[in-house]
């Protein structure tokens, strides 16, 4: 049974920073493409950032380029994305996410190429 569940989300004043942790059932996981989206009213869910768990390969957008981090640990079959120098601009829902292989982290962070779903964690950044 395919399980995504996120943990970490919260408040912060602009400036400040999360980090939030994705859990993946074993056989998602492994040798994978995961990644984190996110969504705040009346908008489309956006990619933030992707990573290969085979090598730890990763792809980022330019909203997010230079102040996120996504990491992986393959002991704990956990994603987990480190937000630093937050923006009201940030606020919104965050997804994680995981593909049917690794190769969908070849390509652009669109919802449409990820399978399977967390149901997500609310970070509000207050200015």
């Known amino acids: 049974q395919v399980q995504l569940v996120e943990s970490g989300g919260g408040s912060v004043q602009a400036g400040g920073s999360l980090t939030l942790s994705c859990v993946a059932s074993?056989?998602?996981?492994?040798?994978?493409?995961m990644a984190w989206f996110r969504q705040s009213p009346g908008k489309e869910r956006e990619g933030v950032a992707s990573i290969y768990t085979g090598t730890g390969a990763t792809t980022y957008s330019d909203a997010v380029k230079g102040r996120f981090i996504i990491y992986r640990d393959n002991v704990k079959n956990t994603v987990s994305l480190q937000m630093n120098s937050l923006t009201p601009e940030d606020t919104g829902m965050y997804f994680c996410?995981?593909?049917?292989?690794?190769?969908?982290?070849?390509?652009?962070?669109?919802?449409?190429?990820?399978?399977?779903w967390g149901l997500g964690t609310q970070v509000t950044v207050s200015s």
């Open positions: 074993a056989s998602t996981y492994s040798d994978n493409c």
């Open positions: 996410a995981a593909a049917d292989h690794g190769l969908i982290c070849l390509g652009a962070i669109v919802p449409a190429t990820y399978r399977y």
